[in-house]
């Protein structure tokens, strides 16, 4: 398959599973509310949020392993294939065993003096915790299976077992309205079976698909691959953690200046920005098994390349929903909410200004990740994330209001996103007048006119659902024919042209079958 027709492929089927999960999910949700009630909902949500907290461990050695994956696809070395998926395997037993033992450890401090629940459910609460804690290690062991997957590029797997697991959850939600015992218990302990499940399925799956993913450690034990990548997955750790530490530090300094009102509405602006910048991280995600292939394949001027185009064409595809939101955001948040908590709109704005400032350098992360040399880019580009916080602790000590700690964050996201344009340089041999002028300026310029002429229902129309559909249309409208005129380049135009055509050819070619059927 053609590696453009891979990419959309893949970015549809990713794009498929987002939409069928979301529905389950929702649904899903709220039959397991309506079954274990608000107390018991809650208890499973903070003890299971309590392990969460680590997630960032398992997203940077999901990135760290495919790294290495996608690498070694490129350069076509089945042997070094072999030594770093059997290297994941154990470096990620290890860290799920380490992960096991400091929550047992934690666990008599956590249910003593850190959380707070029913005294008469504390044998659930334990039961609960100790499923989590199992939960998460079949999670962190999952991770290679997960890396070889993406870096095969067989999203399609990823979006059905994506879909099965949301099913599966739609499927205890049922379940757990015909049983007679505990229903927490039993929520927890099938949510674990689960786990346990997709992780068997994952590791039948790659040991008869691809013959790299057989576990022979010490047949394919390397010592120095393994260092190796422990340091890298190391690093990674620590850029991943430096987002969580910010963005939980900015919840605790808000709340310590302003109470849990602001709180509320620093965490609906989080849940708002997440769901929209879904669309651009699936294409990104369908995306960067190729530019890290180029890398190990040797090719640097194409991986550069598709960096600035995963660049540029995520910063767009944010943007196509980002616009009409903020424009609409109080009617919208409305409509959601009904009751709008303070300062919700203003963040839920800012956060996004953010998020979309961050779209501009996200292939240039993904490039310097493929060349490997992460430690003083990780140090540099962390550092400057953690910033924010005492930043914003000296805006609020100073009298700002709480918005105030997000504009500082838009400027610090600006400040961040020159450094990676400027470590890339050195790293990658990335040239930052090319990358300005053709990722950049052909982004932005075509973004702000578009907002401008979104605005136009704004000023002749009244606010409510036709308002929001106009501003939706005029939107797009003006989005798609501004990126296509002033956004692309002449190559791209052309290869987007050809492939729109190879795509009417193919339908042209079925149609007289169809017909004939």
Not at 16 to 28: C, D, V
Not at 337 to 361: D, F, G, W
Not at 436 to 447: F, G, T
Request: a positive charge; charged letters at 10%; hydrophobic letters at 55%.
């Amino acid at each position: 398959m053609q590696v453009a027709n891979r990419v959309i492929l893949n970015t549809g089927a990713l794009y498929g599973r987002m939409l069928i999960t979301i529905f389950i999910s929702l649904f899903a949700t709220r039959l397991v509310l309506n079954i274990l009630g608000v107390a018991d909902y809650g208890l499973f949500n903070l003890i299971s949020g309590v392990i969460a907290m680590l997630s960032f461990l398992n997203i940077a050695m999901t990135i760290s392993t495919q790294r290495y994956m996608s690498f070694h696809l490129g350069t076509k070395d089945g042997h070094k294939l072999k030594l770093v998926f059997n290297a994941s395997v154990l470096l990620h037993f290890i860290l799920g065993l380490a992960m096991v033992l400091l929550f047992e450890v934690a666990g008599g401090y956590l249910f003593d003096h850190v959380l707070n629940y029913p005294a008469d459910r504390t044998m659930a609460a334990k039961l609960i915790f100790q499923f989590m804690v199992v939960s998460a290690f079949f999670t962190i062991i999952s991770v290679p299976y997960d890396a070889t997957l993406i870096a095969q590029e067989n999203m399609v797997t990823v979006a059905i077992l994506g879909v099965v697991e949301s099913l599966g959850k739609l499927l205890i939600a049922l379940v757990l309205q015909y049983t007679g015992y505990d229903k927490l218990i039993v929520y927890g302990g099938l949510m674990t079976l689960l786990t346990v499940l997709l992780l068997l399925f994952k590791q039948v799956y790659c040991a008869m698909k691809y013959k790299e993913s057989r576990i022979a450690i010490r047949r394919y034990a390397d010592r120095q691959l393994l260092k190796e990548m422990f340091a890298y997955a190391g690093w990674n750790m620590f850029g991943a953690g430096s987002v969580v530490a910010r963005n939980q530090g900015l919840a605790l300094l808000l709340n310590v200046f302003f109470g849990t009102v602001v709180n509320a509405a620093y965490g609906i602006a989080n849940q708002v920005n997440a769901q929209l910048s879904y669309f651009s991280v699936t294409m990104l995600r369908a995306l960067n098994p190729q530019i890290i292939k180029s890398e190990g394949s040797g090719d640097r001027p194409r991986m550069l390349r598709l960096a600035m185009i995963a660049s540029k064409f995520s910063f767009f595809l944010l943007s196509f929903l980002a616009i009409p939101m903020m424009i609409e955001m109080p009617f919208v948040l409305q409509c959601w909410l009904k009751q709008v908590p303070e300062y919700t709109v203003i963040m839920c704005r800012l956060i996004v200004i953010a998020t979309l400032i961050n779209q501009l350098s996200a292939g240039i992360q993904v490039a310097v990740q493929s060349v490997g040399k992460i430690r003083k880019y990780q140090v540099v580009v962390s550092t400057m994330v953690l910033l924010n916080l005492p930043v914003a602790w000296l805006l609020l000590k100073a009298g700002w209001p709480a918005a105030s700690v997000l504009v500082s964050a838009i400027v610090i996201e600006v400040l961040s996103g020159a450094y990676r344009i400027m470590a890339a340089e050195r790293i990658a041999g990335l040239s930052p007048l090319l990358y300005v002028r053709q990722v950049v300026v052909r982004a932005v310029a075509p973004v702000l006119l578009a907002a401008t002429l979104a605005y136009i229902p704004q000023w002749c129309m009244p606010e409510g659902f036709i308002r929001l559909g106009g501003t939706t249309l005029v939107s797009i409208l003006a989005m798609t024919a501004s990126a296509w005129l002033i956004g692309l380049t002449q190559e791209e135009v052309t290869k987007i042209e050809q492939l729109f055509s190879r795509v009417f050819s193919k339908l042209q070619a079925r149609m007289p079958v169809l017909k004939q059927n």
